[in-house]
C-alpha cells in the first residue's frame, strides 16, 4: 500500500516574493520582481533588522509597482545625478543660467550632498544643509582666495573677511536643488521633491531708482570725443541693457525714420561670448529716437565708416553699431567703462573681491 504523500511547504505565487534571513549578519531581507524605470521587471532587495520590518518594506515596494509607480533601475547619489542632470536638461537654458546652475551644483550642492541617495534624500537633510550654508563663509568653505597673490588672501592665511551668502544666493542655490529633485520626479526616481518641503527666506529688492540728471550729465561730458560716446548716449537716453547695446547692429537703427529695435543680445561666459535673442518680446518694440540720440548716432556712422576706411581690409565688418577698436568682433566694449564708475557691491575687506562666492568671482 503506497505511503501518503506528506504535505509540502507553500510556495508563494509568482510575484509574491519572498522574505529571508541572511547569515552572516542577521538582518531580513525581501525581494521581489517589480517594474523599474527602465520599463523592464528587475529584482529588487529591501532589508530590516527585523522581519515585520523587512516585510512591510517589501510589501510597500510591491505596492508602488501595482500601482505603475517605477522602481529606480539604479541606486542613484546625488554626486551621479546633479552632473547628469546638468548635461541632458541645463545644457538646454541660457548660458548664464546654466553657469548659474553648474556653479551651484559644484560649490555647494556637491560638497554637502553628494554622498546621499538620491531616493533617501529626506526633509532633515536639505534643511541642515540650508541652515549650514546660511552660516557659513563662502571664501574659507571653498578656499576662493588660494589663487590670489599673497598680499591679497584673506581666509587661506587665517583672516576671515566673513563673506556669508545673501539672501538671494541662499535662495538661488535652494531653487537649483528643487528644480533637480523635481526633474528627478518626472523621471520617476523620487515619489516626492523634499526641497519643496523647506522654506527659504526670500529676498528683498529694492527699487533701483537710476542715476539722476546731473549724474548722467557728467557720464556724458567725460564721455564727449571718446570714439564709444554714442554707446552712453544711447544707453542714458534709450534705456538699453549692456548685452543689448554690444549686440546692436546697424540693421536695427533706420536713420531714416529715427527709430531702433533691439533684435539680440550677447552674453560673455566663461570667457565666451554667445548671441541671444532678446530677452524678452517686448525688448523688440520699435523705439523712436530722441534727437539727441539720432543725431550722435549720425555723427557715430560718419566717425565709424572713416573708421573702417582707415583699416581697410583689417576690418571685419559685423555690423554692430559699438564694435572695439582694432576688433570689430562680438565683444563688449570696455574701454571707455571706467567712465560709468564701479556700481559694484562693497568689496572684502581683505583682499577687495567684490564678488566672493559668485559665478563671476575672478579670484
Not at 74 to 80: E, G, P, Y
Amino acid at each position: 500500500m503506497p505511503k501518503p504523500r506528506q504535505p509540502s511547504a507553500r510556495r508563494n505565487p509568482n510575484g509574491e516574493g519572498s522574505i529571508y534571513q541572511r547569515a552572516s549578519d542577521g538582518r531580513w531581507v525581501g525581494q521581489a520582481y517589480v517594474l523599474t524605470t527602465d520599463g523592464s521587471r528587475k529584482r529588487k532587495f529591501v532589508y530590516g533588522a527585523t522581519w515585520e520590518e523587512a516585510h512591510g518594506k517589501l510589501v510597500d515596494l510591491k505596492s508602488r509597482s501595482q500601482r505603475g509607480i517605477p522602481v529606480p533601475d539604479r541606486a542613484w547619489k546625488l554626486a551621479d545625478y546633479l552632473p547628469y542632470w546638468l548635461t541632458a536638461y541645463v545644457s538646454d537654458l541660457k548660458p548664464t543660467t546654466a553657469r548659474g546652475y553648474e556653479s551651484a551644483v559644484r560649490l555647494h550642492l556637491m560638497p554637502a550632498l553628494g554622498t546621499k541617495r538620491l531616493d533617501g534624500l529626506q526633509v532633515q537633510h536639505v534643511k541642515a544643509f540650508m541652515d549650514g550654508f546660511r552660516n557659513k563663509c563662502l571664501c574659507c568653505t571653498n578656499g576662493l582666495d588660494k589663487i590670489r597673490p599673497a598680499d591679497r588672501r584673506c581666509c587661506s592665511v587665517g583672516r576671515c573677511c566673513e563673506r556669508y551668502p545673501s539672501a538671494r544666493q541662499i535662495q538661488f542655490v535652494h531653487a537649483v536643488l528643487r528644480n533637480a529633485l523635481q526633474h528627478a520626479m518626472r523621471e520617476e526616481l523620487v515619489s516626492r521633491n523634499v526641497a519643496k518641503l523647506v522654506r527659504v527666506p526670500s529676498p528683498r529688492y529694492k527699487v533701483g531708482k537710476g542715476l539722476s540728471v546731473e549724474q548722467v550729465r557728467k557720464i556724458l561730458a567725460a564721455a564727449a570725443g571718446h570714439r564709444l560716446h554714442a554707446l552712453y548716449v544711447v544707453a542714458a537716453t534709450m534705456g538699453l541693457r549692456r548685452g543689448e547695446l554690444v549686440g546692436l547692429r546697424w540693421s536695427d537703427v533706420d536713420l531714416d525714420e529715427g527709430t531702433l529695435r533691439v533684435q539680440q543680445t550677447v552674453q560673455r561666459v566663461a570667457g565666451k561670448l554667445h548671441v541671444l535673442d532678446a530677452k524678452t518680446e517686448d525688448s523688440e518694440a520699435v523705439l523712436p529716437l530722441p534727437e539727441v540720440t539720432w543725431l550722435t548716432l549720425l555723427e557715430h556712422q560718419e566717425r565709424q565708416q572713416a573708421e573702417r576706411a582707415a583699416l581697410a581690409e583689417v576690418w571685419e565688418d559685423h555690423d554692430l553699431v559699438f564694435p572695439r577698436s582694432g576688433a570689430p568682433h562680438w565683444s563688449p566694449p570696455t574701454s571707455a567703462a571706467p567712465l560709468l564708475g564701479s556700481g559694484r557691491p562693497p568689496a572684502c575687506p581683505v583682499s577687495g573681491c567684490t564678488t566672493c562666492g559668485t559665478p563671476s568671482c575672478p579670484c
